[in-house]
Each structure stands twice: as C-alpha cells, then as structure tokens.
C-alpha cells in the first residue's frame, strides 16, 4: 500500500508540479506526518524532492528530474504520447491514465494538433463488447469462436488464434491464425457474430509477430460514374479528387470498386442520383437488377 501511494506522490507532484502536504493528505486520506515521511522516503531514494516556504510554496520536484532519465529521445518519447492519444480517442482501454502519467514522467507538455475519434456516432454498446472481448483474448492467448459473414457471401464458423487488433481504411479488422483454413486471415469485426472465447489458450508468441497491413488485394473495375449534382456532399466526401464537373454542373468520377456484389450495393446506395457510363457490362447488369427490382413493386 506504501509503494502505491509512494508512486502516486510522484506522480501527482510531477504532474502538478507544485502541490502542498495538505493537498496531498487529502488526496491520499491520510495525514500531514505520513505526507512527510513518505517525502523522506522519497528522497532517500534519490529523487529530489524539496519543499519551498512562503505564499507561492509547496512541494516540487527539481526541474532537471525525469524518471529513469529514460533512454527514449524526445521524438520517441512524443511518438508514444502521440499513439496513446490515438487508442484514448478510440475509448477502447485504459490509456487515458497511462498518457497522464507518461506525460508527467517525460516532461512533455503536448500540442494537440490533431483529434481522433474512432467511435461511431451512434453509441454500439455490443460492438465495444465484441472489441473488449477480442482484445483481452489476445492478451490472454485464447483461442476465439464466431460466426463470420464473408463477402463472398458465404457464412461459416470459424476457430481462430487473435493476434492483432487493425484499423485499416475505414473499419477495424481482427488479424488472426484461421484453424479452418490454416492460415494467417483478417475478419471485418462488423462480420463477427457470435463470438465466443474458449477457455484454451495456445502457446505461440506473436508478440513480435509482423502485421502485414496489406489487406488481399481484390479483383476490381473501373466504373465511370455521373452523379447529380444534390449527391455533392457525398461525392466530395467519398471520391474527393477524383469529381470533375460539366458546365451543368453534373459529377463524373471513375472508381475502382470490388468485382463482387460490393460494386453494386455502392452503385444503388446512391439511388437515383447516379448512372453507370461504363463498362457497358455493368450498365446492363444494373439495368436488369432495376427490371427485376421493379417487377416486385408492380402490384
């Protein structure tokens, strides 16, 4: 209990820079005489803690001190507060304190230039769950169940050894050892389903293990596409410099999308304000899925 509140001293003056013993009494919850001794205690050990009297007083550290001295130079020191800052806006773990704490310990002070946030807009308490849930059995090497739904539209149940949480593009993945197929896959985390985690634990180490963050490349086709001109925000947002425009101020893009059932759902997500130019392959083949589409609504 000592050696915590010990390391929570330190912590605290670090972090506030100058604190009295009452404050930290209170903080604490116990008393000035206890502040003292373990300020003693402190000391004794080599840090160089002092007190200064008088209106502006209180308990600091000398300025020079940084814990360990650290063998990380100031550019990596920064890099791990900048990765931390990217898992805390994620709000998948415990990061927030650890930042706290570093930050104090590396005599940072750093300049937010950029704000992350990974979290959907609509708050998804069971997607959290399923991310919690993957993350703990990669630290705990524990092999995983579930349900995945491909995009080949095939579902099947797999069994996987997790190796690494991925953000990639737009959407997090699982990267993990498949026993069902014997190899190294990624699985769409919104593609899991009932996921479950058995109490087997595997004995690789993959704590070393180097993430290809190449996800497999897909067979894709060059669509030319005119949207109109009310499917600007979303055109913009999506295809960015890729839009020209005409003198009526209709949008043209040509993108390259999956040679799947993707290519399609992209195209009709859009709805009316769109139309395939080419290939003409794809322009038939959306001219019959409307034909089809319209013979459901005749009656």
Sequence with gaps: ?????????????????????????????????????DLDALSASGIPVYTQKGRTGGIA???????SKSLLTV?????????????????????????TKLSALFRLKQTKWIEIDFSFWQKDQAYDS????????????????????????????????PIRLLFKGQDW????????????????LSRIRQLKTENIQFEEDFGDFRLKTELPQQDTIAVCLKFDRNQAFRVYDELGQLVSEDQA???????????????????????????????????????????????????
Excluded: W
């Design 130 to 161: 399923l991310f919690q849930d993957i993350k703990e059995a990669i630290l705990d090497k524990k092999i995983l169940a579930f349900t995945y739904f491909s995009s080949r539209e095939e579902e099947s149940r797999r069994r996987v050894k």
């Design 173 to 188: 993945y699982l990267y993990a050892y498949c026993l069902l197929r014997k190899d190294f896959r990624y699985f769409k």
């Design 61 to 67: 550290i000398a300025e020079e001190f940084v814990l």
């Design 1 to 37: 209990m000592k050696e915590s509140r010990l390391f929570g001293l330190l912590y605290t003056i670090l972090e506030r820079k100058r604190v009295t013993a009452k404050e930290l009494a209170e903080k604490f919850e116990v008393s000035i005489r206890t502040i003292y001794r």
């Design 249 to 299: 101020g209709n949008l043209y893009a040509t993108v390259h999308l999956p040679a799947d059932y993707n290519l399609y759902q992209y195209i009709f997500s859009f709805g009316e304000g769109v139309e395939v130019l080419k290939p003409e392959s794809v322009r038939h083949q959306v001219k019959e899925m409307i034909e089809k589409m319209a013979e459901k609504y005749k009656s």
């Design 75 to 99: 550019d990596e020191r920064e890099q791990i507060l900048s990765s931390l800052h990217g898992l805390s806006a994620a709000g998948k773990g415990d990061e927030d304190q650890l930042l």
